[in-house]
Protein backbone atom coordinates (compact mmCIF):
# COMPACT_ATOMS: atom_id res chain seq x y z
CA UNK A 1 0.00 0.00 0.00
CA UNK A 2 1.06 3.47 -0.69
CA UNK A 3 1.29 6.27 2.04
CA UNK A 4 -0.25 9.21 1.25
CA UNK A 5 2.85 11.26 1.91
CA UNK A 6 4.08 9.39 -1.25
CA UNK A 7 2.07 11.61 -3.42
CA UNK A 8 3.17 15.12 -3.82
CA UNK A 9 1.28 18.08 -1.98
CA UNK A 10 1.48 21.51 -2.60
CA UNK A 11 1.99 23.97 0.41
CA UNK A 12 -1.46 24.54 1.15
CA UNK A 13 -3.87 25.16 4.06
CA UNK A 14 -3.40 25.50 8.09
CA UNK A 15 -4.19 21.77 9.51
CA UNK A 16 -5.66 20.25 11.51
CA UNK A 17 -8.51 22.00 10.97
CA UNK A 18 -10.64 21.98 14.62
CA UNK A 19 -12.90 19.63 15.67
CA UNK A 20 -15.49 21.67 18.11
CA UNK A 21 -18.21 20.65 20.43
CA UNK A 22 -21.61 22.25 19.39
CA UNK A 23 -22.00 22.72 23.05
CA UNK A 24 -25.86 24.14 22.82
CA UNK A 25 -27.07 22.08 19.72
CA UNK A 26 -25.80 18.72 21.82
CA UNK A 27 -27.82 20.31 25.52
CA UNK A 28 -30.75 20.78 22.67
CA UNK A 29 -31.07 17.17 21.10
CA UNK A 30 -29.67 15.28 23.80
CA UNK A 31 -26.40 14.24 21.77
CA UNK A 32 -22.80 14.85 21.47
CA UNK A 33 -22.43 16.75 18.58
CA UNK A 34 -19.37 18.02 16.85
CA UNK A 35 -18.04 19.92 14.06
CA UNK A 36 -15.28 19.54 12.38
CA UNK A 37 -14.28 23.09 10.84
CA UNK A 38 -13.05 22.38 7.33
CA UNK A 39 -14.07 26.03 6.83
CA UNK A 40 -11.43 27.02 8.95
CA UNK A 41 -8.88 25.49 6.21
CA UNK A 42 -6.46 28.90 5.80
CA UNK A 43 -6.83 29.77 2.13
CA UNK A 44 -9.34 32.36 0.93
CA UNK A 45 -12.77 31.75 2.96
CA UNK A 46 -11.16 28.24 3.57
CA UNK A 47 -13.67 25.04 2.57
CA UNK A 48 -13.36 21.03 1.34
CA UNK A 49 -11.24 22.11 -1.87
CA UNK A 50 -7.98 23.27 -0.09
CA UNK A 51 -7.16 19.86 0.75
CA UNK A 52 -8.01 18.32 -2.60
CA UNK A 53 -6.35 20.84 -4.04
CA UNK A 54 -3.27 20.18 -2.13
CA UNK A 55 -2.61 17.19 -4.12
CA UNK A 56 -4.14 18.40 -7.37
CA UNK A 57 -1.79 21.24 -7.37
CA UNK A 58 1.05 19.49 -5.93
CA UNK A 59 0.89 17.05 -9.41
CA UNK A 60 0.39 20.15 -11.18
CA UNK A 61 3.39 21.95 -9.72
CA UNK A 62 5.52 18.54 -10.55
CA UNK A 63 4.44 18.44 -14.43
CA UNK A 64 5.38 21.91 -14.61
CA UNK A 65 1.85 23.49 -14.74
CA UNK A 66 1.81 27.35 -15.69
CA UNK A 67 -2.09 27.67 -15.93
CA UNK A 68 -4.38 25.72 -14.02
CA UNK A 69 -8.17 25.62 -15.68
CA UNK A 70 -11.58 24.37 -14.01
CA UNK A 71 -14.90 24.39 -14.01
CA UNK A 72 -18.19 25.05 -11.95
CA UNK A 73 -21.24 26.94 -11.37
CA UNK A 74 -21.23 30.60 -11.01
CA UNK A 75 -21.04 30.89 -7.29
CA UNK A 76 -18.44 27.71 -7.06
CA UNK A 77 -16.73 27.07 -3.78
CA UNK A 78 -13.92 25.45 -5.79
CA UNK A 79 -13.51 27.41 -8.33
CA UNK A 80 -12.92 30.21 -6.43
CA UNK A 81 -10.17 28.12 -3.91
CA UNK A 82 -8.90 27.06 -7.21
CA UNK A 83 -7.89 30.72 -8.44
CA UNK A 84 -6.76 31.69 -4.68
CA UNK A 85 -4.43 28.48 -4.40
CA UNK A 86 -2.69 29.53 -7.47
CA UNK A 87 -2.26 32.72 -6.25
CA UNK A 88 -0.03 31.37 -3.56
CA UNK A 89 1.52 28.99 -5.69
CA UNK A 90 2.45 31.07 -8.76
CA UNK A 91 0.20 29.98 -11.35
CA UNK A 92 -2.38 31.59 -13.35
CA UNK A 93 -6.18 30.33 -13.09
CA UNK A 94 -8.76 30.18 -15.77
CA UNK A 95 -12.43 29.94 -14.11
CA UNK A 96 -14.25 28.54 -17.04
CA UNK A 97 -17.86 28.51 -15.45
CA UNK A 98 -21.77 27.51 -16.34
CA UNK A 99 -24.41 30.59 -15.75
CA UNK A 100 -26.31 28.21 -13.60
CA UNK A 101 -26.69 30.49 -10.36
CA UNK A 102 -26.32 33.66 -9.69
CA UNK A 103 -23.17 35.17 -11.92
CA UNK A 104 -23.84 39.32 -10.77
CA UNK A 105 -20.71 40.07 -9.22
CA UNK A 106 -21.38 39.08 -5.80
CA UNK A 107 -20.52 36.54 -3.63
CA UNK A 108 -17.93 33.85 -5.01
CA UNK A 109 -17.96 36.15 -8.53
CA UNK A 110 -16.60 39.13 -6.41
CA UNK A 111 -14.05 36.95 -4.70
CA UNK A 112 -12.98 35.72 -8.67
CA UNK A 113 -12.71 39.11 -9.88
CA UNK A 114 -10.67 40.45 -6.29
CA UNK A 115 -8.18 37.03 -6.88
CA UNK A 116 -7.77 37.95 -10.60
CA UNK A 117 -8.49 35.37 -12.21
CA UNK A 118 -9.66 35.39 -15.71
CA UNK A 119 -13.47 34.17 -15.97
CA UNK A 120 -15.55 33.29 -18.84
CA UNK A 121 -19.41 31.86 -18.56
CA UNK A 122 -20.82 29.53 -20.55
CA UNK A 123 -24.31 29.32 -21.66
CA UNK A 124 -24.91 25.69 -21.38
CA UNK A 125 -26.01 22.62 -19.04
CA UNK A 126 -23.61 20.38 -20.19
CA UNK A 127 -19.97 20.40 -18.67
CA UNK A 128 -18.94 18.20 -21.72
CA UNK A 129 -18.85 21.46 -23.62
CA UNK A 130 -16.73 23.20 -21.34
CA UNK A 131 -14.59 20.35 -21.05
CA UNK A 132 -14.08 20.58 -24.68
CA UNK A 133 -13.43 24.46 -24.61
CA UNK A 134 -10.73 23.39 -21.64
CA UNK A 135 -9.08 20.95 -24.12
CA UNK A 136 -8.69 23.69 -27.16
CA UNK A 137 -7.52 26.03 -24.70
CA UNK A 138 -4.75 23.49 -23.44
CA UNK A 139 -3.52 23.22 -27.29
CA UNK A 140 -3.64 26.75 -28.23
CA UNK A 141 -1.95 27.19 -24.35
CA UNK A 142 0.74 24.45 -25.61
CA UNK A 143 1.56 26.42 -28.40
CA UNK A 144 2.31 29.63 -26.78
CA UNK A 145 4.80 28.18 -24.60
CA UNK A 146 2.49 27.52 -21.72
CA UNK A 147 1.48 23.79 -19.75
CA UNK A 148 -2.16 24.32 -18.68
CA UNK A 149 -3.59 21.52 -15.93
CA UNK A 150 -7.26 20.65 -15.91
CA UNK A 151 -9.04 20.22 -13.00
CA UNK A 152 -12.83 18.50 -13.34
CA UNK A 153 -15.75 19.49 -11.59
CA UNK A 154 -15.06 20.05 -7.69
CA UNK A 155 -11.48 18.56 -7.83
CA UNK A 156 -13.56 15.32 -7.17
CA UNK A 157 -10.63 12.96 -8.97
CA UNK A 158 -9.26 10.04 -7.64
CA UNK A 159 -6.00 12.29 -6.56
CA UNK A 160 -8.00 15.21 -4.58
CA UNK A 161 -10.07 12.17 -2.45
CA UNK A 162 -6.96 11.55 -1.00
CA UNK A 163 -7.13 15.10 0.76
CA UNK A 164 -10.32 13.69 2.45
CA UNK A 165 -8.89 10.00 3.31
CA UNK A 166 -6.34 12.39 5.08
CA UNK A 167 -9.17 14.28 7.18
CA UNK A 168 -10.96 11.05 8.06
CA UNK A 169 -7.79 9.90 9.97
CA UNK A 170 -6.75 13.83 10.95
CA UNK A 171 -10.69 13.53 12.58
CA UNK A 172 -10.23 10.28 14.08
CA UNK A 173 -6.93 11.68 16.22
CA UNK A 174 -8.71 14.51 17.08
CA UNK A 175 -11.65 12.53 18.52
CA UNK A 176 -9.04 9.77 20.08
CA UNK A 177 -7.22 12.77 21.80
CA UNK A 178 -11.18 14.42 23.11
CA UNK A 179 -11.96 10.22 24.38
CA UNK A 180 -14.60 10.10 21.86
CA UNK A 181 -15.53 8.03 19.34
CA UNK A 182 -17.55 8.88 16.88
CA UNK A 183 -21.27 6.90 15.64
CA UNK A 184 -21.40 8.69 12.46
CA UNK A 185 -19.73 11.66 10.36
CA UNK A 186 -22.41 13.44 8.38
CA UNK A 187 -21.30 15.58 5.01
CA UNK A 188 -22.93 17.35 1.76
CA UNK A 189 -22.42 15.46 -1.64
CA UNK A 190 -21.96 17.93 -4.52
CA UNK A 191 -19.77 16.32 -6.66
CA UNK A 192 -18.48 13.31 -5.24
CA UNK A 193 -14.82 13.31 -4.06
CA UNK A 194 -15.08 14.87 -0.65
CA UNK A 195 -17.91 12.00 0.64
CA UNK A 196 -15.79 9.05 -1.36
CA UNK A 197 -12.48 10.17 0.68
CA UNK A 198 -14.37 10.07 3.71
CA UNK A 199 -15.56 6.61 3.12
CA UNK A 200 -12.03 5.67 2.27
CA UNK A 201 -11.10 6.48 5.21
CA UNK A 202 -13.48 4.86 7.18
CA UNK A 203 -12.45 1.41 5.18
CA UNK A 204 -8.48 2.00 6.01
CA UNK A 205 -8.85 3.45 9.65
CA UNK A 206 -12.12 2.83 11.39
CA UNK A 207 -14.96 0.48 9.76
CA UNK A 208 -17.31 0.92 12.31
CA UNK A 209 -17.90 4.73 11.78
CA UNK A 210 -20.97 4.93 9.61
CA UNK A 211 -20.10 8.17 6.87
CA UNK A 212 -23.35 9.43 6.10
CA UNK A 213 -23.51 11.63 2.56
CA UNK A 214 -26.17 14.10 2.01
CA UNK A 215 -26.68 14.62 -1.62
CA UNK A 216 -27.37 18.80 -2.68
CA UNK A 217 -28.24 17.94 -6.17
CA UNK A 218 -29.96 14.46 -8.32
CA UNK A 219 -26.32 13.00 -10.04
CA UNK A 220 -25.86 9.38 -9.41
CA UNK A 221 -23.75 9.39 -6.58
CA UNK A 222 -23.84 6.07 -5.62
CA UNK A 223 -22.24 5.38 -8.66
CA UNK A 224 -20.14 8.18 -9.24
CA UNK A 225 -18.33 7.68 -5.63
CA UNK A 226 -18.25 4.11 -5.95
CA UNK A 227 -15.98 5.02 -9.11
CA UNK A 228 -13.74 7.20 -7.38
CA UNK A 229 -13.38 4.80 -4.08
CA UNK A 230 -12.21 1.99 -6.85
CA UNK A 231 -9.87 4.48 -8.12
CA UNK A 232 -8.74 5.67 -4.95
CA UNK A 233 -8.05 1.75 -3.84
CA UNK A 234 -5.78 1.38 -7.48
CA UNK A 235 -3.99 4.92 -6.56
CA UNK A 236 -3.22 3.06 -3.06
CA UNK A 237 -2.41 0.30 -4.42
CA UNK A 238 -4.64 -1.39 -2.18
CA UNK A 239 -4.27 -5.49 -2.47
CA UNK A 240 -8.09 -5.48 -2.19
CA UNK A 241 -10.42 -4.02 -3.82
CA UNK A 242 -12.45 -1.43 -2.18
CA UNK A 243 -16.51 -1.81 -2.14
CA UNK A 244 -19.03 0.07 -2.11
CA UNK A 245 -20.73 -1.10 1.22
CA UNK A 246 -20.44 1.89 3.56
CA UNK A 247 -21.62 4.35 0.82
CA UNK A 248 -24.79 5.90 2.42
CA UNK A 249 -26.01 8.76 0.50
CA UNK A 250 -29.69 10.40 1.19
CA UNK A 251 -31.17 12.70 -1.52
CA UNK A 252 -31.94 16.32 0.43
CA UNK A 253 -31.41 18.46 -3.09
CA UNK A 254 -35.20 19.71 -2.38
CA UNK A 255 -36.25 22.92 -4.48
CA UNK A 256 -32.78 22.08 -6.67
CA UNK A 257 -28.92 22.57 -6.92
CA UNK A 258 -28.21 26.07 -5.46
CA UNK A 259 -31.95 26.79 -3.72
CA UNK A 260 -32.39 26.60 -0.08
CA UNK A 261 -35.52 26.35 0.71
CA UNK A 262 -37.36 26.62 4.33
CA UNK A 263 -35.73 23.98 5.92
CA UNK A 264 -32.13 25.10 4.25
CA UNK A 265 -32.68 28.48 5.75
CA UNK A 266 -33.96 27.35 9.16
CA UNK A 267 -30.86 24.93 9.48
CA UNK A 268 -28.59 28.57 8.52
CA UNK A 269 -30.09 29.93 11.45
CA UNK A 270 -30.37 27.40 13.80
CA UNK A 271 -26.28 26.99 13.52
CA UNK A 272 -25.91 30.81 13.42
CA UNK A 273 -28.07 31.59 16.59
CA UNK A 274 -27.43 28.56 18.86
CA UNK A 275 -23.80 28.19 18.30
CA UNK A 276 -22.25 31.68 15.94
CA UNK A 277 -20.95 29.32 13.04
CA UNK A 278 -22.19 29.74 9.66
CA UNK A 279 -22.95 27.15 6.91
CA UNK A 280 -23.72 28.17 3.35
CA UNK A 281 -27.22 27.98 1.64
CA UNK A 282 -25.92 25.24 -1.21
CA UNK A 283 -24.00 22.50 0.44
CA UNK A 284 -24.04 22.30 4.18
CA UNK A 285 -27.29 24.40 5.16
CA UNK A 286 -28.79 21.25 3.54
CA UNK A 287 -26.41 18.51 4.36
CA UNK A 288 -27.77 19.96 8.26
CA UNK A 289 -31.12 20.39 7.40
CA UNK A 290 -31.29 16.59 7.00
CA UNK A 291 -29.54 16.04 10.25
CA UNK A 292 -31.87 17.99 12.07
CA UNK A 293 -34.73 16.09 10.57
CA UNK A 294 -32.75 12.86 11.82
CA UNK A 295 -32.30 13.87 15.27
CA UNK A 296 -35.63 15.22 15.21
CA UNK A 297 -37.66 12.27 14.24
CA UNK A 298 -35.63 9.84 16.81
CA UNK A 299 -33.81 8.62 13.86
CA UNK A 300 -30.08 8.21 15.23
CA UNK A 301 -31.45 7.30 18.53
CA UNK A 302 -28.72 4.50 18.89
CA UNK A 303 -25.86 6.78 18.15
CA UNK A 304 -24.62 9.20 21.27
CA UNK A 305 -21.52 10.78 19.18
CA UNK A 306 -22.32 12.59 16.10
CA UNK A 307 -19.32 14.60 13.47
CA UNK A 308 -20.73 17.24 11.10
CA UNK A 309 -18.45 18.14 8.25
CA UNK A 310 -18.27 21.82 7.80
CA UNK A 311 -17.22 22.20 4.22
CA UNK A 312 -17.60 25.78 3.93
CA UNK A 313 -18.49 27.74 1.03
CA UNK A 314 -19.07 31.08 2.93
CA UNK A 315 -19.49 33.47 -0.22
CA UNK A 316 -22.44 32.10 -1.14
CA UNK A 317 -24.28 33.15 1.94
CA UNK A 318 -23.66 37.13 0.01
CA UNK A 319 -25.59 35.54 -3.31
CA UNK A 320 -28.55 34.48 -1.98
CA UNK A 321 -32.34 35.98 -2.14
CA UNK A 322 -34.19 35.58 0.84
CA UNK A 323 -37.92 36.26 0.76
CA UNK A 324 -39.08 38.79 2.82
CA UNK A 325 -40.62 36.73 5.29
CA UNK A 326 -37.50 34.47 5.67
CA UNK A 327 -36.80 34.00 9.17
CA UNK A 328 -33.00 34.95 8.46
CA UNK A 329 -33.72 38.37 7.42
CA UNK A 330 -32.86 41.02 10.07
CA UNK A 331 -35.10 42.50 12.65
CA UNK A 332 -33.66 46.03 13.38
CA UNK A 333 -34.72 48.20 15.74
CA UNK A 334 -34.53 51.65 15.93
CA UNK A 335 -34.00 53.47 19.36
Not at 111 to 121: E, K, P, R, W
Not at 290 to 316: C, D, K, M, N, P
Request: charged share 20%.
Amino acid sequence: MRLLSDFPQAPLGCFPTPLQRLSNLSDLFGKELYIKRDDMTGVGLGGNKVRKLAFLLGDAQQKGATVVMTTGGAQSNHAMLTAACCNRLGMKAQLLLKRRGVSDPVGNVYLDGLLGAQVDFFDTDDYGVIYEEMSRRKTALAEAGEWAYEIPLGGSTALGALGYVECFRETLAQCAHLGIHPDRIVSAVGSGGTYAGLCVGADLFAPDVRVTGVAVDRAPFHQICAQLKAEIGGLLELEQPLGDDNLEIYDNAGLGYGIPGPAEREALELMARQEGIFLDPVYTGKAFSWLLAQLRSGALAEEQTIVFLHSGGAGGLFAIDLPENSPCNLEIGVV
